[in-house]
């Protein structure tokens, strides 16, 4: 689950390098501090994932992430992709996990 869900922040943090380089000519310059403290959280979440507070804070980011349309309007489609895989990756990452355990409780009753 972890891994899945860190991929999704990594990839997330290249987007939002390129819509700040999209948004730099055309808009003001807190626009592009709000962009970068938005990628920067996207680059250092992935080691929080461990504890609640990075799951919390991957899906304050993803709300952010389509927030920052306003400024990029282009952002608002893959931010609700982003978005897609982000529940993805805890939808899937919940059943590995829990077949994964059901595996090592079959192996841990019948050892061979």
Known sequence: ???LASSVLIMEFLVMCFAMLLAKDNHE????????IIAILMLLTPGLLK???GWILGSILQILMI?????VPSMAIVGLIFGGLWIAAIVVGRKGEA???RLMST???NPE
């Not at 927030?67 to 400024?71: K, Q």
């Open 67 to 71: 927030g920052y349309a306003v400024v």
């Open 29 to 36: 310059p807190s626009t592009i501090i709000a962009g970068t």
């Open 107 to 109: 192996r841990t009753q």
């Open 1 to 3: 689950m972890r891994m």
């Open 51 to 53: 504890k609640k507070l």
């Open 99 to 101: 077949a994964r355990a």
